[in-house]
């Protein structure tokens, strides 16, 4: 008897409904003297305003203008 090799759990968000409905894969960076605040590395917005949501992106974000001409 065989067993099935584990899935990606990195495909979580890949899958429907999560894959329109976060957007968690945008290069981030450490706010500086702060152990755990993150912002996007494109818009400087803290990933707790962005919240896993594209449109949360500055409007000439450069991350978010990629992922809608994706679209």
């Known amino acids: 008897m065989t067993t099935a090799a584990p899935s990606r759990t990195d495909a979580f968000y890949d899958r429907a409904p999560y894959a329109e409905g976060f957007d968690i894969g945008y290069p981030q960076e450490n706010l500086e ?29 450069a991350y978010r203008l ?6």
């Open 66 to 71: 990629l992922r809608q001409a994706q679209r």
């Open 33 to 61: 003297g702060e152990m755990y605040k993150y912002r996007c590395l494109s818009c400087k917005r803290l990933t707790t305003d962005i919240n896993g949501r594209l449109e949360n992106h500055a409007e000439d974000c």
